[in-house]
């Protein structure tokens, strides 16, 4: 079955640390995309990318890092620089970001939790 | 900006009862509309979608219809179950901006169905 995994689906860190979580998708979409979630604000924006090598910012790049050195995966980084890195993390990717193919599939998210 | 509001939940209903979840947009394009959902601790699903003016998006008995001149999307369902218990969110892609392709999303709207 193709769809989009995130791994694991809790992750706990000290604070100081900095973390990666997983995603990897098998439905040859070009397009990939972080989000955040946190209680009551909806999903923001964090990093995508269009293509493989390619990665632009999206509206809370701050204390994250991304790479995308193949199609099928797009590892977030969660750095110490990020103030407020607990949260609930979205993975998600469409065929590319053209009209009609741009509907966003997402993975199960991780949840993490910095103390 | 592009954006999207929602009404504010949280919504309670009994089953078997009629549901709206108000939707309208800010876009300077021509935008795509996508309502999701999630159910607890669960990445979101695509519902619906409508890419052009007076489309009808619909799927699992949910209904909506892309009315350009009220910049609207109103999320319906004639008698809801409690398995709908979730929550729905509005999304606009516009493919105009600078931003291509990429989604705003709404802050969501929680549903809660009592039997």
């Known amino acids: 079955d193709g769809g989009i995994t995130q791994s694991p689906k809790y992750l706990f860190r000290k604070e100081g640390q900095n973390v990666t979580l997983s995603c990897e998708q098998n439905?040859?979409?070009?397009?990939m995309y972080w989000y955040r979630q946190d209680p009551g604000q909806g999903l923001r924006l964090i990093y995508y990318?269009?293509?493989?090598?390619?990665?632009q910012k999206g509206d809370i790049a701050e204390g994250y890092s991304v790479s995308r050195e193949k199609k099928e995966s797009f590892p977030l980084t969660v750095t110490s620089a990020q103030k407020n890195p607990t949260a609930f993390y979205l993975c998600?990717?469409?065929?590319?970001?053209?009209?009609?193919?741009?509907?966003?599939?997402f993975g199960p998210g991780t949840r993490l939790t910095v103390t | 900006g592009d954006s999207v509001t929602q009404m504010e939940g949280p919504v309670t209903l009994s089953e078997e009862a009629f549901l709206t979840i108000n939707c309208t947009y800010t876009?300077?394009?021509?935008?795509?509309l996508f309502w999701y959902v999630q159910y607890p601790g669960e990445g979101l699903q695509l519902l619906l979608k409508?890419?052009?003016?007076?489309d009808k998006g619909s799927n699992k008995g949910f209904e909506a219809t892309y009315r350009k001149e009220t910049t609207s999307f109103h999320l319906e369902k004639g008698s809801v179950q409690v398995s709908d218990s979730a929550v729905y969110f509005c999304?606009?892609?516009?493919?105009?901006?600078?931003?291509?392709?990429?989604?705003?999303f709404g802050r969501g709207t929680q549903l809660t169905v009592w039997p």
């Open positions: 998600a990717s469409s065929i590319d970001m053209d009209r009609g193919r741009d509907e966003q599939y």
């Open positions: 439905l040859n979409h070009d397009a």
């Open positions: 990318s269009q293509i493989v090598n390619d990665f």
């Open positions: 876009a300077t394009g021509y935008p795509s």
């Open positions: 409508a890419t052009k003016a007076d």
């Open positions: 999304a606009l892609s516009d493919l105009r901006g600078s931003t291509l392709g990429r989604l705003y």
